[in-house]
């Protein structure tokens, strides 16, 4: 079973940058996608940008621009670079591992339940 561990949230103020990082215990060949949600309170969890094993990259269109996903996969390490905050991305960050191809799908890429592993998440807040 995969382990998720996100580190780097933050508050930080309208315009900054955070960088969050997610390492996964080991290496899957099951795993297909990996990518970032969030989860504003009182609010759906959103999928922010996923990459597949083909590095094949989508990104919510509302972080179009301003957020970088990347990996390095020698550190089984997912990372979400994320620029020119805005008080809207306030929320707790998650990231999750799928193992089916669905995810790959521009369609399909945010629907959480297709994503069978999930981190604790790490709360990132940013202040107007």
């Known amino acids: 079973q995969v382990q998720l561990v996100e580190s780097g949230g933050g508050s930080v103020q309208a315009g900054g940058s955070l960088r969050l990082s997610c390492a996964a215990s080991?290496?899957?060949?099951?795993?297909?996608?990996m990518g970032w949600f969030r989860q504003a309170p009182e609010k759906e969890r959103e999928g922010v940008a996923n990459?597949?094993?083909?590095?094949?990259?989508r990104y919510a269109d509302s972080v179009k621009g301003r957020f970088t996903i990347s990996q390095d996969s020698a550190k089984n390490t997912l990372y979400l670079q994320m620029n020119s905050l805005k008080p809207g991305d306030t929320a707790m960050y998650y990231c999750?591992?799928?193992?089916?191809?669905?995810?790959?799908?521009?369609?399909?890429?945010?629907?959480?339940?297709?994503?069978?592993?999930w981190g604790q998440g790490t709360q990132v807040t940013v202040s107007s």
């Open positions: 080991e290496y899957s060949y099951n795993t297909y996608c």
């Open positions: 999750a591992a799928s193992s089916g191809t669905l995810c790959s799908n521009s369609g399909y890429w945010t629907l959480h339940w297709l994503y069978t592993y």
């Open positions: 990459i597949d094993k083909n590095g094949s990259i």
